[in-house]
Nanobody, 126 residues
Framework: ARLEASGGGSVQSGGSLRLSCAAS????????MGWFRQAPGKEREGVAA????????YYADSVKGRFTISRDNAKNTVHLQMNSLKPEDTGMYYC????????????????????WGQGTQVAVSS
């Protein structure tokens, strides 16, 4: 499977961006797709994830109420709508996919995900 992330950019605090992750290859309804981000000098962290079959969503506490992950299975695409952006949301955003069954505590961890996109940069200025 191949993942291609897009939609990053520069916005002011309080602004919005919509990221997209287009998947090609074998991604079926048993996959979980997630968004991760990495700020300069920090470790990569999980932001949001969605099970492509059930549509169940998961969010990091830091983005709950501001970010929304959704999927368009017909287009094999996952979106991340980011509202009320803050400077601390700045970073490189990666989409990832995995067919692995995960516990709740694993869904926003990096290691279960074996397919990764190239990343798209998000910069939020104050």
């Amino acid at each position: 499977a191949r993942l291609e992330a897009s939609g990053g950019g520069s916005v002011q605090s309080g602004g919005s961006l919509r990221l997209s992750c287009a998947a090609s290859g074998y991604i079926n309804s048993r996959y979980c797709m997630g968004w991760f981000r990495q700020a300069p000098g920090k470790e990569r962290e999980g932001v949001a994830a969605i099970h492509t079959g059930s549509g169940t969503t998961y969010y990091a506490d830091s983005v709950k109420g501001r970010f929304t992950i959704s999927r368009d299975n017909a287009k094999n695409t996952v979106h991340l709508q980011m509202n009320s952006l803050k400077p601390e949301d700045t970073g490189m955003y990666y989409c990832a996919a995995t067919p692995a069954r995960m516990t709740f505590g694993q869904i926003l961890r990096e290691w279960p995900y074996n397919y990764w996109g190239q990343g798209t940069q998000v910069a939020v200025s104050s």
